[in-house]
């Protein structure tokens, strides 16, 4: 498997600090679904004003957030399990701004909070929600499980 992840930055953050980082994290993530498709996507590092604009023009939510992700496939069913397919999941946007607030208000270290949206983005890339309790009950553990051992 290939792993193509372009790392962007509309703000003065150093990203490499996250690349190393985030391609374990994604090799994980893809063991553990048994994902073995060459992969590409993209994680941008924005600010307030532009994940605002993001969540209300694309989410209908006139506030900012800390992580959006704009999946490339309908949903995890369309992911071809073990085939020589690259799949282009997606666009991952990560508010440092609200992932530093986030970190105060929950106790983390900035790096652990960041790596945090890095999968919640992936997963949601990948078609897992949490619009549901049972959704809830898929996607948060599995959150925790690529997570752990990691920071």
């Not at 893809?30 to 209300?56: P, Q």
């Not at 530093?100 to 790096?111: C, L, M, T, V």
């Not at 992936?122 to 599995?142: A, S």
């Amino acid at each position: 498997m290939n792993l193509d992840i372009s790392i962007n930055s509309l703000i003065d953050v150093d990203t490499s600090l996250y690349e190393a980082l985030y391609e374990k994290l994604a090799e994980k993530t893809f063991n553990i679904l048994n994902i073995k498709n060459d992969i590409i996507l993209s994680v941008t590092f924005v600010d307030k004003g532009y994940i605002h604009e993001l969540n209300k023009n694309y989410r209908g939510i006139d506030r900012p957030t800390d992580v959006i992700s704009f999946a490339f496939l309908d949903d995890k069913n369309e992911i071809i399990k073990g085939e020589n397919i690259p799949l282009d999941l997606g666009e991952i946007y990560i508010c440092y701004e609200v992932a530093d607030e986030n970190r105060k208000n929950y106790g983390n270290s900035i790096k652990r909070e960041i790596c945090f949206l890095f999968v919640h983005g992936l997963l949601h890339l990948l078609g897992y929600d949490h619009m549901t309790k049972e959704d809830e009950e898929i996607m948060f553990p599995l959150q925790e499980k690529i997570l752990e051992g990691e920071l």
